[in-house]
Each structure stands twice: as structure tokens, then as C-alpha cells.
């Protein structure tokens, strides 16, 4: 194969577009699993429920997807808010949310996948809005306004979550959560309170990582457990509970990604972010921002 | 009970659901019989891992999926006796699990539940690139109508997969009672502790995947000849996942009667709903009983049983109770 500089220019230029995409996917599970320890692998299913919020509102009301996402996010913040207090009284407060945890956010997640399949079946499901479709051309890159408006959305989220959790008296508590709930107390917050903010607040972003998703390509209910290994690779990959960390590493499985499903077929892109994530935990746990 | 007269119990439960199966006299029967004591097999496995030593796998899928290509892999390059295939997809899904283990098991808890998670779909990737045993596009096997002794094939699959489970039961409950077991179980209670004094947990926990692996791969070994068409997506299903960790967990995992009830209890209802309702909803069904299992009977349904029992005045509670019924031969 003769090698061709246009093309590899625009699969790292699109590999570092949908890495901010996957740094919003990521963004949840850096808090959850990253800041408060907890295994949500049902993350992945309440993005792909973002989704399908984002096609009915955009079917229904023709509103611009990203906008109605922002809309719903309070539902989606107390939709985590419950799940956290459910959680924390039935595994965390008994001590058994190593393996029933666990088992606790699979059942989710099935539940979510089984219900969004019996109600709308398995059909490709996809949103209109003006800036699906148009092409930017900057000489031999290409641009496509699709995934470029979820890029910068989401680098404009991610700022947001990094300086509330830096600048702010919430989001320093959560931080401190995740260092030492017994501190916390002595300062008179309440870390289980500070735990629920913060779980709230992952799987608001969810609800935006789902409308950003349902840009890019459509989606049917299953589509989500691709994004099972895929997050926790970023995740682990990014130093577990760091932002930067998180955009770095999110664009690097985005180029990786792109480039092999360019030289090598689509066929063989799922196997990468696991592949990088199996050696990363063999490797060196601790990330490339690690602790 | 010592072992091999438990092993004989087994065999003769097996043989007398085998012989109430025949004079039913409708093949139906040992259709769906089968996937039940498959998963018998299945969740039995994972208990291994999973309910003695804590480590949660999310990826039995890949190793019952493994089984099954190495069957057809062997169909295509030499067609042998069933029971041998089961052989190979025990080795190689044990192999699996052994590398899986050497790769992983230095990681606790979530991270290795996770990694199990990226090496099914790594391994999935794998499949579908690989075109000898059907690539994306799956893979037929023909089955003959009939073999000589058993009648109908169902019956002679029916048959292998019965010995399966009663050979994983048996297995089960031999390392649960052994060094082994204990060993397992200060994993499971706390390794740091079991490591300080000395317990080689590495070692125990290399054991320990390689055996689950082993038996998911002969539970999958059959399963091409059963569905007759294989596909990489239906061999790798969530619903293998998700139901060998919902059954062990509905029915208890400290012992090896909790996969079995769960197994029984999950594998029949699902046949039903299958029939009665659709497929889809039998996974919500299974979906729901996990979560609320979780949260309510953390124990599973071996702890409520327990719990009652230990709420009687005068009885026998715990591991003695669990054997009083079987003492009788």
C-alpha cells in the first residue's frame, strides 16, 4: 500500500475530534469510578438513554439535540442522585459493593438495554439539525460539522466540570471525598451528601455524552456496551479522576482507533481501546496522569 | 457425603431428569432442558471464581464462546465425537483462563471485572476477523437427524450436557470442601490478610480462572451442534454474561446448591417467558431479579432459606443442616 500523508492527516485530525467526543462519554465515569470508586458499568446504557431523550425531543419538538440534552440534564442529575442513595443504602453503608455492586449497575444496565429495545425496537434511530451534513474542507482535510460541534461542546463541558470541581466549595468536597471521607466530616460536610452531588452530576453528563453520540451515529439500544471498555480504558488510561488526564487519554485511543480502522479496517477498531486498556492494566495501573 | 458417592447422587438425579424427559416423549422437552442445564453448568463455573473467591467475571460469554468455535474449528478441520470437542473447548477456554488470570488477577476487584469486560470483546474482535470458523458472517453445522442408541441427536446433547453439569457440580463442591475451598474463601473474606499469612493467593487465583474458564468452554463446546448456525454475536450474548452472574447470585454463592437452584429457578422461568411472553421480556425478567435480589436477599435464595431456618428454636443450622437430606444413601 502506498502510503498516503492526506490520509494520515485526516485520521489523526478525526481521531482527535471524536477523542473530545469520548472525553464527554469518559467525563461520568472519571467521577464515578475515577473521584467516588464506583463501578457504574450501567454508564454506558444511560448515555445511550440520553440518546434516545435527544430523538424524541428533536423527533417531537424539532429542538436542536444538544440544547434539549442541556434541558433534561436536571432529570438526569436526579436520576443519579437516586441511584446513588439506593446504592449507598443497600451496598456501600453494608460493605458489599465490591461484587454486588457490581452485579447492582449490570442489572441496570440491562434494564435500561431490554427496556429501550422493547420500546423501540432495534431500528437505527438518528436526529436532524443544521450542522449534520456540511463538510468543511481545509484543502485535503476534511472537517464534518457533525463531529466537530460535539468536540467543541464537550471540551467546553469538560473546562466547566474542571473548574467547578477546582474552583468551587462542591466541587473541592468532592475531590476531598475522594481522599478522605473521615476529614470531611470534621469539616462538617456531609460526604455522603458530597458523594450524591457528584454521582448526580456524572450521569447529568451523560445526558449530553447521549445527544453527542446520537450526532455522530445513529443508535440502536445495544450500541452502548462498545463504550463499556472504551471508558474504562480512557478512564484507567487517563489516571482515574482526572479531567486532563481523561481528554488526553481520550484523544489518544481516538487517534489509535482511527488510524487502525484507516490502515487496517473498521473491523478491527473495538479490539484497540480494549487491547490498550488489557496492557495498561497490565502495565501501569496507575495511567499516564496517575496519582 | 464423600465425594464419589455424591458424584454416584448426581448421576442418578441426572439419569432419573434424563428418564422423566423420555417418557414425556416430546422432543421439546430436551430442547429447552438443555439451555437450563447448560446454565447449570455455566453459573456453576463462575461460581468458582466469582462466589469463592470474590472475583466478579463479566466475561463467561467469552469462554462459553470459546468452546463453541473451537468446536467449529475442529468441525471444519476434522470432524470428531462430541465429547471430544467438549475436551478441547474445556483446554482451550482453560488456557484462556489461565492467561487471562496471569494478565489480570494482580488487579482487585473492580479493575478485574472490567478487564474480563475488554477481553471479551477483544476476543470477539478476533472471531469476526477470523474468517476459518465464519468471520461476521457465522458458521453452519450440520447435525444428523438421528444417532444410533439415543434416537433423536437432541437427546444424545441433552445427554452430554446432563454429565457436564453433574461433573461441575461435583467439581464444585470437591474444591469447596478442600483446602482449596478454604483457601479460596480467605481470598474472597480478605486477601491481604489470606497473603500475610501466607496463603499463595496468585497461585489459588490462577487455579481458580482456569478451572471456571475450563468448564465454560466445555458448557459452550456442544453448543453449535444444538443451534446449528453459529454467529459471533449470538455466541458472545450479553444474556451469557448476565445470566451466569444473576444465577449464582439468586441462588446464593457461598455453596454449590445456590447456582444449581438459580440456574433451575432463572433457566425454567426464561423457557417459559421465552414460549409464553417473548424473549425479550424474559431478559428484563432476569434483569429485574438480579437487581432486587442484590438489594433484598444479598444472600441469595440458600441465605433466606438459612435465615428461616435459623429462626426455629431447636435445629441444625448451617453446612450440617445443607447435607441432612442427602445422607441417606
Redesign the interface.
Known amino acids: 500500500m502506498i502510503f498516503s500523508f492526506d490520509l494520515l492527516a485526516n485520521a489523526v485530525i478525526s481521531g482527535i475530534l471524536i477523542g473530545a467526543f469520548y472525553a464527554a462519554v469518559t467525563a461520568g465515569i472519571t467521577i464515578s ?1 475515577g473521584i467516588l470508586d464506583i ?1 457504574n ?1 450501567a454508564h454506558p446504557a444511560f448515555i445511550i438513554l440520553g440518546s434516545y431523550v435527544a430523538y424524541i425531543i428533536n423527533t417531537t419538538f424539532g429542538f436542536d439535540p444538544i440544547l434539549s440534552a442541556i434541558v433534561v440534564m436536571p432529570a438526569f442529575y436526579a436520576l443519579g442522585a437516586g441511584i446513588y442513595q ?1 446504592y449507598y443504602v ?2 456501600e453503608k ?1 460493605g ?1 459493593e ?3 455492586g ?3 449497575f ?3 444496565l ?2 435500561t438495554e ?2 429501550l ?2 420500546y423501540f425496537g432495534v431500528d437505527y434511530r438518528y436526529v436532524e439539525a443544521r450542522y449534520i451534513g456540511p463538510t468543511w474542507h481545509f484543502g485535503s482535510i476534511d472537517i464534518p460539522l457533525r463531529i466537530l460541534t460535539p468536540c467543541l461542546v464537550s471540551l467546553s463541558l469538560i473546562a466547566a466540570l474542571q473548574l467547578v470541581l477546582t474552583r468551587t466549595f462542591v466541587g473541592r468536597a468532592i475531590m476531598a471525598v475522594a481522599q478522605d471521607q473521615f476529614a470531611l466530616k470534621l469539616m462538617a460536610v456531609n460526604p455522603i451528601r458530597i458523594k450524591r452531588i457528584a454521582f448526580g452530576i456524572s450521569i447529568a453528563t451523560a445526558s449530553l455524552a447521549g445527544a453527542f453520540l446520537i450526532i455522530i451515529q445513529p443508535v440502536e439500544p ?1 450500541v452502548g ?2 463504550y ?2 472504551r471508558v ?2 480512557i478512564c ?1 488510561l487517563g489516571g482515574m479522576g482526572s479531567l486532563p488526564g481523561t481528554v488526553i487519554a481520550a484523544m489518544l485511543v481516538g487517534i489509535v482507533e482511527s488510524l487502525t480502522s484507516t490502515f487496517y479496517g473498521p ?2 477498531a ?2 484497540v481501546s ?2 490498550f ?2 496492557l495498561t ?2 502495565v501501569r ?1 496507575a495511567g499516564i496522569l496517575g496519582r | 457425603m464423600r465425594t464419589d458417592v455424591f458424584f454416584v447422587v448426581c448421576l442418578v438425579v441426572g439419569a432419573a431428569v434424563y428418564g422423566t424427559a423420555v417418557a414425556l416423549g416430546n422432543d421439546y422437552y430436551f430442547f429447552a432442558g438443555y439451555v437450563v442445564v447448560q446454565y447449570v453448568v455455566l453459573s456453576t463455573a463462575w461460581n468458582i471464581l466469582g462466589g469463592y473467591c470474590g472475583y466478579v467475571n463479566f466475561g463467561s460469554a467469552a469462554f462459553f464462546a470459546l468452546g463453541a468455535y473451537s468446536t467449529v474449528a475442529m468441525h471444519r478441520l476434522y470432524p470428531v465425537l462430541i465429547p471430544l470437542d467438549v475436551v478441547i473447548g474445556g483446554v482451550v477456554s482453560g488456557i484462556v483462563g489461565l492467561g487471562m488470570g496471569y494478565l489480570t488477577l494482580r488487579l482487585r476487584g473492580a479493575f478485574f471485572a472490567i478487564a474480563t469486560l475488554a477481553l471479551a470483546v477483544v476476543l470477539q474482535t478476533l472471531v469476526v476477523n477470523w474468517d476459518y470458523v465464519g468471520g461476521s458472517r457465522g458458521a453452519y453445522i450440520l447435525r444428523p437427524e438421528s444417532i444410533p442408541l439415543f434416537g433423536s441427536y437432541i437427546r444424545y446433547l441433552f445427554l452430554i450436557m446432563m454429565l457436564l453439569a453433574v461433573g461441575a457440580i461435583t467439581v464444585a463442591r470437591l474444591i469447596e470442601r478442600s483446602r482449596l475451598g478454604y483457601g479460596f474463601a480467605t481470598i474472597r473474606d480478605d486477601e491481604l490478610a489470606a497473603e500475610a499469612s501466607g496463603v499463595p493467593t496468585l497461585r489459588l487465583k490462577l487455579i481458580a480462572t482456569t478451572i471456571s474458564g475450563a468448564l465454560m468452554g466445555m458448557a459452550g463446546a456442544p453448543f453449535p451442534y444444538y443451534i446449528g448456525f453459529l454467529q459471533p454475536s449470538s455466541a458472545f450474548g450479553l444474556d451469557y454474561a448476565v445470566n451466569s452472574i444473576a444465577m449464582p447470585l439468586i441462588g446464593g454463592t457461598t455453596s454449590w446448591v445456590g447456582p444449581l437452584v438459580g440456574a433451575i429457578l432463572l433457566g425454567s422461568l426464561q423457557q417459559i417467558a421465552t414460549v409464553t411472553i417473548s424473549s425479550a421480556v424474559n431478559l428484563l425478567i432476569v434483569g429485574f431479579l438480579l437487581v432486587g435480589f442484590v438489594i433484598v436477599a444479598p444472600n441469595g435464595i440458600i441465605g433466606l432459606v438459612h435465615k428461616y431456618v435459623q429462626q426455629k428454636p431447636a435445629g441444625p443450622v448451617g453446612r450440617a443442616d445443607a447435607d441432612a437430606p442427602e445422607t441417606a444413601p
Open positions: 469510578f463501578v458499568i439506593v443497600s451496598f453494608r458489599q465490591s461484587m454486588r457490581l452485579a447492582f449490570f442489572g441496570l440491562f434494564i431490554v427496556t429495545v422493547l445495544s456496551r462498545e463499556i471498555g474504562f480504558a484507567v473491523s478491527w473495538p479490539a480494549f487491547g486498556l488489557l492494566l497490565a495501573p
